[in-house]
């Protein structure tokens, strides 16, 4: 008897602690929904894109991100304790359908995420090749200054002018990694290369001057790194 009395009152004491937890993995499971659903719109949805600087848009999606993932391990975790604590109750079906929905809006999330993780593998990995195109246009811009050093501070009137005496790579350093641009030969740089040069330049023009910047479509057509005198480069947005 006592101990049937001592087994009553711990299910009596565990039935509020599990309804906590159960309301709480809900909850968590919808907080993931935002989350996994901020990182996906502020990309693509115009509206939400204008509302972000563009400096900081794609740290928020990556913030979002991290966020999501101990969100959604929170949210499974809940569910599972509040439906063992709850598994033999009476009265405690409502907190079981809670703790289930939590765990299937959970996994809805982690279904969304899957397939936009295989679309984003099967695309090009652009996040990955941001500083390899930073790093050719860095290269470009110190052969031309070497280049004007030879030439009594005038700047090259075309990249071409560049290779081979003032390039030691091959000529993938003209093609921006993000395109499918193949430059064959010299001749051809200006035509089938990944970057628009200004040409005309002296090495008295000012610092802030443009030197050359992608061409557009480069990096899915969204910004372009933008390349300066004084050897800065700049993520900038497509007007």
Partial sequence: MHGRRAGLFKRTRDLPRGHTLAVASFLLAILTLVFLGSAIMIPIVPVIRRAIPFSIRYEVVDLCLVA?????????????????????????????????????????????????????????????????????????????????????????????????????????????????????SAQTIEQDGSYVYVGGLIENSPPDTVLMYDKLGNHQGRWRNVLYKNGEVKRESVP
């Fill in 68 to 184: 999501w993932i101990p969100t959604t391990v929170s949210a499974v975790t809940c569910a599972h304790i509040a439906l063992r604590r709850m598994r033999h109750m009476e009265g405690a079906m409502r907190c079981q359908r809670t703790a289930k929905a939590g765990i299937a809006v959970a996994s809805v999330g982690v279904a969304v995420f899957l397939g936009f993780a295989i679309l984003a593998a099967s695309s090009p990995k652009e996040h990955a090749r941001r500083p390899t195109c930073k790093s050719y246009l860095r290269q470009l811009g110190l052969a031309c200054h070497v280049y004007a050093m030879d030439n009594d501070d005038h700047l090259p009137d075309k990249l071409s002018s560049l290779y081979p005496d003032y390039i030691s790579s091959a000529l993938w350093i003209f093609e921006c990694p993000s395109t499918d641009d193949r430059v064959l």
